[in-house]
T-cell receptor, first 113, second 114 residues
């Protein structure tokens, strides 16, 4: 079985500062990894995903994440955040032979002017 | 706009009642997923259908059931509702089955049980 831990429930940051949202996973098999964003009163939108290959994955809105197998991590980063990045961010994991996504508890990113 | 539509947006009902949530996937998507998002449990996978057939089951209660129709829209039926069923219910769709395919989420149906 797979599980996901998002270590920070809230991350406050000032506009134009860099940010890192942490995600660790647990699995006895190889996994696919995902980051989703949920803006207020909206559904989830895929930011980026890691299936295989290069461990540095670039996504939409200037976000990127790095897959680290030895540390079982998939941290999300952005070098300079905007007010509009204020949202809830979810890390998710899936095993290649299954369809369901297992989500972490989410990290609320709050960007201040 | 993800292309996935869900109706209704909001639903308020009493304990013991039954409700039906509806989802229309993106055009051409064969796979439909249902998720429940609550403060207690977070975001949990409930069930998946692929081209009309049930493909995967998650933490779905026996009081809940779903189906996917020939036109590929899906309905989630919740019966004997309890206060703890209050949550945001998301539908997602993907082109094919398999987690490598991006899941597109609808805006959700907010269910309040009083």
């Amino acid at each position: 079985a797979q599980s996901v831990t998002q270590l920070d429930s809230q991350v406050p940051v000032f506009e134009e500062a860099p940010v890192e949202l942490r995600c660790n996973y647990s699995s006895s098999v190889s996994v696919y990894l995902f980051w989703y964003v949920q803006y207020p009163n909206q559904g989830l939108q895929l930011l980026l995903k890691y299936l295989s290959g290069s461990t540095l994955v670039k996504g939409i809105n200037g976000f990127e994440a790095e897959f680290n197998k030895s540390q079982t991590s998939f941290h999300l980063r952005k070098p300079s955040v905007h007010i509009s990045d204020t949202a809830e961010y979810f890390c998710a994991v899936s095993a290649p032979n299954t369809d369901k996504l297992i989500f972490g508890t989410g990290t609320r990113l709050q960007v201040f002017p | 706009d993800s292309g996935v539509t869900q109706t209704p947006k909001h639903l308020i009902t009493a304990t013991g009642q039954r409700v039906t949530l509806r989802c229309s996937p993106r055009s051409g998507d064969l796979s439909v997923y249902w998720y429940q998002q609550s403060l207690d449990q977070g975001l949990q996978f409930l069930i998946q259908y692929y081209n009309g057939e049930e493909r995967a089951k998650g933490n779905i209660l026996e009081r809940f059931s779903a189906q996917q129709f020939p036109d590929l829209h899906s309905e989630l039926n919740l019966s004997s509702l309890e206060l703890g069923d209050s949550a945001l219910y998301f539908c997602a769709s993907s082109r094919q089955a398999g987690s490598s395919y991006e899941q597109y989420f609808g805006p959700g149906t907010r269910l309040t049980v009083t």
